[in-house]
């Protein structure tokens, strides 16, 4: 019985931050800049966490992960489907570990 009560509780202290922001969200209005700012959020979070794994992806060589990332971000800029974008920077990549 103490288990199932301590599952419940951690299943309502891991849901609950996660749905509540979505109720309060809906009936708060922010200004101009503020709304900004949260839409750059996702792109700093993808950028944190992209951009340290492109320069150690070959250690002592950093510049096979920055022209991986550059071709994909060439690519990625003119809209090419995300598989392209991923075969091309991972066969750049490749290509400048073999020289």
Same mark, same amino acid.
């Given at each position: 019985? &103490?288990?199932?009560?301590?599952? *419940? #509780?951690?299943?309502?202290? &891991?849901?609950? @931050?996660?749905?509540? @922001?979505? $109720?309060?969200?809906?009936?708060?209005? $922010?200004?101009?800049?503020?709304?900004?700012?949260?839409?750059?959020?996702?792109? #700093?979070?993808?950028?944190?966490? *992209? =951009? @340290?794994?492109?320069? &150690?992806?070959?250690?002592?060589? @950093? =510049?096979?992960?920055? *022209?991986?990332?550059?071709? #994909?971000? =060439?690519?990625?800029?003119?809209?090419?489907?995300?598989? *392209? =974008?991923?075969? #091309?920077?991972?066969?750049?990549?490749?290509?400048?570990?073999?020289?």
């Amino acid at each position: 019985m &103490t288990l199932t009560l301590i599952i *419940i #509780a951690m299943a309502l202290v &891991t849901y609950l @931050p996660r749905v509540l @922001p979505v $109720f309060i969200m809906d009936h708060l209005q $922010f200004p101009g800049w503020v709304n900004k700012w949260l839409k750059a959020i996702p792109y #700093a979070a993808l950028g944190a966490l *992209i =951009v @340290p794994g492109i320069f &150690t992806v070959e250690p002592g060589a @950093p =510049v096979v992960g920055v *022209i991986g990332g550059l071709v #994909a971000a =060439v690519i990625a800029y003119f809209r090419g489907h995300i598989m *392209i =974008v991923i075969i #091309a920077a991972i066969a750049a990549a490749f290509i400048i570990q073999r020289f």
